[in-house]
Nanobody, 116 residues
Framework: QVQLVESGGGLVQPGGSLRLSCAASGSSSSHNAMGWYRQAPGKQRELVASITRGGLTNYADSVRGRFTISRDNAKNTVYLQMNSLKADDTAVYCC??????????WGQGTQVTVSS
């Protein structure tokens, strides 16, 4: 079965950094494209960053320059390095994957809280 398990969430101060990890299992083709979504209270779920198997990336304007998505295909793992964190980054972050684009499979989510 296809599974995605996130880790690395927690509490961090504004301006701090946090690194999220997502371990994927199941068919490799199910994870051709991977991405990180987030949803904050009262807001729509948004795609934060995505990455193809070949390493092409895309970022939401709100995080570009602060967040970096990467993947290790040998380990079937995708990462999200988050720097210069702001209070508005507080959300549940979910890892997702798909054959052509993220959205087919989902992890359970990990809480990121940015607060003094």
């Amino acid at each position: 079965q296809v599974q995605l398990v996130e880790s690395g969430g927690g509490l961090v101060q504004p301006g701090g950094s946090l690194r999220l990890s997502c371990a994927a299992s199941g068919s490799s083709s199910s994870h051709n494209a991977m991405g990180w979504y987030r949803q904050a209270p009262g807001k729509q779920r948004e795609l934060v960053a995505s990455i193809t198997r070949g390493g092409l990336t895309n970022y939401a304007d709100s995080v570009r320059g602060r967040f970096t998505i990467s993947r290790d295909n040998a380990k079937n793992t995708v990462y999200l390095q988050m720097n210069s964190l702001k209070a508005d980054d507080t959300a549940v972050y979910c890892c997702s994957s798909g054959w052509a684009q993220p959205g087919d499979y989902w992890g359970q989510g990990t809480q990121v809280t940015v607060s003094s």
